[in-house]
């Protein structure tokens, strides 16, 4: 057998103990904002059948052609394809259960997304997501509270001022709309066809509207001369969208239009946008989305209008990390440090007191004297040690001593460690004593 060290894939991260402490101090965050607004959370498998997405993102995107891991299942032969994005996946399962049948929902989700392109910072084979979808909704109001739950979520994750990302935001207006502009793209590119690198040439006919998202500076001078959409707009799509306006202006959302905003997938309407920082060089888009007002009824459901948004937890958190620093704790209250022949049994003990107190607690096991066990303590996070040797067993009592704060230790019975500290902050417990 090979003796070959094995290492993950390429792009597939693990997320190691002391990074987890930021994720979970981030996903803590996040959910209380959701649930701030009202959002309830839906799970979905991270495995689909590839149809879904074929239908819901579209046949001629990045994803769909270049990026899904796609396989055939081989009990059954059926096509299944590790989900490249959610919010197919969430229609889905909101029509096979028929959520919508007594009104509208607001859901969000989390977990691991996949697409199959080149690994650099902020972009990953395996990437997590926390996302939003308000479905049975129609006006410009959901759309502009969902702007202004963003705001509020950067505002709890210390991304504030000049550190939180800025908001472009544009109108894609509805179906006729964008065919008028669509013959017009076509019209203006044909004009400039040898300007059009292949992959502009191959979108051409069937998707031009996603020409205007190329990132190839050669091709800059004819995407800007291009017709703009918002010249097309119809008189109820422009009021939708000055509707959404009106509203970030009323609560300060400083709000940029990018009349080139279009996202990279088939079923947005009306209105788009993307949050976006200068932070993380070239990945600097940390959250996107907008209306999706047909996408339930062409995955066969009911028609009804729907909204929503996904967040970059990656690169969320590279921006957390490069701007706020939060002091992340480890959430251990205390650290069991003891020594002499016998002294597991009664740590041991202690130690289910205070869980059954709710604390989180942690026993020393393993060699160690007081000074490498003071050590360990201070390494774990933990707000206090409980020292337990020789004379405190014989007494019956432990010395509790603060690792974070200057204030003393005090000894007290063994049966009281849990509700001492239970009930003291590391600031009170010197005064205490």
């Not at 239908?55 to 396989?71: A, H």
Request: glycine content about 10%.
């Amino acid at each position: 057998m090979s003796k070959e060290k094995l290492t993950g894939v390429k792009g597939m991260n693990d997320l190691l103990p002391d990074q987890s402490g930021l994720w979970q101090w981030v996903e803590s965050r996040v959910a209380e904002v959701f649930h701030q607004y009202g959002y309830r959370e839906i799970r979905t498998p991270i495995v689909e059948p590839t149809a879904l997405f074929v239908r819901g993102i579209g046949e001629v995107t990045d994803i769909v052609e270049k990026e899904m891991y796609t396989f055939i299942d081989s009990l059954n032969g059926e096509q299944l394809t590790l989900r490249p994005e959610n919010t197919a996946a969430v229609v889905r399962s909101v029509i096979e259960h028929n959520l919508l049948y007594d009104g509208p929902k607001r859901l969000w989700y989390t977990g691991p997304m996949f697409r199959h392109e080149r690994p650099q910072r902020g972009r990953y084979r395996q990437f997590h997501q926390f996302g939003i979808e308000a479905l049975g909704l129609s006006g410009p109001d959901i759309d502009a509270e969902q702007l202004l739950m963003i705001a509020r979520l950067w505002q709890a994750l210390g991304l504030t001022g000049e550190n939180a990302p800025r908001l472009e935001i544009n109108s894609l207006g509805q179906k006729e709309e964008r065919l008028a502009h669509r013959a017009a793209l076509i019209a203006h590119f044909e004009k400039h066809a040898s300007a059009l690198d292949e992959d502009a040439k191959r979108r051409l006919h069937s998707n031009p509207l996603r020409i205007l998202d190329s990132k190839n500076p050669a091709m800059r001078p004819v995407v800007e001369s291009a017709p703009l959409l918002k010249d097309f707009l119809g008189e109820a799509s422009q009021a939708h969208f000055n509707a959404v306006l009106a509203i970030l202006d009323a609560h300060k959302i400083n709000t940029t239009i990018n009349p080139r905003l279009v996202r990279g997938l088939d079923y947005y309407n009306l209105t788009v946008f993307e949050w976006i920082t200068d932070k993380l060089g070239a990945q600097g888009t940390v959250c996107g989305g907008g209306r999706y007002d047909t996408l339930i009824e062409q995955m066969g459901g009911k028609p009804a209008p729907a909204c929503g948004f996904a967040i970059g937890v990656e690169r969320l958190v590279e921006l957390i990390k490069e701007l706020a620093q939060p002091q992340i704790e480890t959430g251990l209250h205390a650290y069991i440090v003891h020594w002499g022949e016998g002294s597991v049994g009664p740590a041991l003990a202690v130690a289910e007191q205070c869980r059954g107190l709710g604390l989180a607690v942690q026993v020393h096991f393993g060699e160690g004297g007081l000074k490498s066990q003071m050590k360990k303590a201070d390494q774990s996070g933990a707000k206090f040690a409980v020292l337990m040797g020789d004379d405190e067993r014989i007494q019956g009592v432990a010395t509790i001593k603060s690792l974070r704060v200057e204030s003393g230790q005090q000894t007290v019975a063994m049966a009281e460690v849990g509700s001492v500290i239970a009930g003291n902050s590391p600031g009170a417990l010197g005064a205490a004593q």
